[in-house]
């Protein structure tokens, strides 16, 4: 006699919760003494090559929100465009420059900010040149596999025309998620970068 299979329901789903705060920023939500300043949280020193830029904006749900809960980080090449780091080949980074920030979103605007250096154009590949870019890597409450995209900077129109990633958007419409317009604050060049998960004005992120 065949027995009965007892149909087991499936577990409820688990998001990412706040908890990535409690260990990449400790500082930040008031948890001292592990480290004097939470990582990622500078990038430049008074020596740092470049111009010096602020990068700021907010991660926007479905809804049109902000979220104040998003943790981001960020990779980028130096002004000469040299990363920081052991598979470089081309040349040496400066070494008082990182290449790389980790900042959350404000508690209570959902703004983030990072305080860096314009960065130099990079190869793609297969030799041709990238326009200035800086990468950005996002998770927060309800991302369960982080998301990546890139900053292009309005300023450099040519450059971004001739970019080889930029090229590959089929939905031309789609290439303004990816470029933050400069202003000026206080006399200091800023680039504001609006991420957008979900909806009309969703932001491009990259499979890599």
């Not at 991420?195 to 009309?200: E, V």
Request: hydrophobic letters at 40%.
């Amino acid at each position: 006699m065949v027995q009965s299979l007892d149909r087991l329901k499936e577990s409820p789903s688990q998001t990412a919760g706040p908890y990535v705060h409690i260990g990449c920023t400790p500082n930040w939500v008031g948890i001292t003494g592990v480290w004097d300043e939470d990582l990622g949280s500078v990038l430049v020193t008074p020596e740092t090559k470049g111009e010096r830029i602020v990068v700021t904006g907010r991660v926007i749900d479905g809804s049109g929100n902000p979220l104040k809960d998003a943790l981001l980080e960020i990779w980028q090449a130096d002004a000469a465009g040299f990363h920081n780091s052991p598979a470089e080949r081309r040349g040496k980074a400066d070494p008082a420059f990182k290449g790389w920030g980790r900042q959350p979103t404000d508690g209570t605007t959902g703004v983030y900010r990072f305080e860096t250096i314009k960065p130099g154009p990079v190869p793609f590949p297969d030799g041709r040149p990238m326009a200035p870019h800086i990468t950005f890597w996002i998770v927060a409450r309800g991302i369960n596999v982080g998301l990546h995209t890139r900053l292009y900077f309005g300023d450099e129109e040519a450059a971004n025309a001739a970019d080889p990633l930029l090229a590959r958007i089929e939905n031309r419409a789609r290439v303004a998620t990816l470029i933050a317009p400069r202003t000026l604050v206080e006399g200091v060049p800023t680039y504001t970068f609006d991420i957008h998960l979900q909806g009309d004005r969703e932001t491009v992120f990259l499979d890599i």
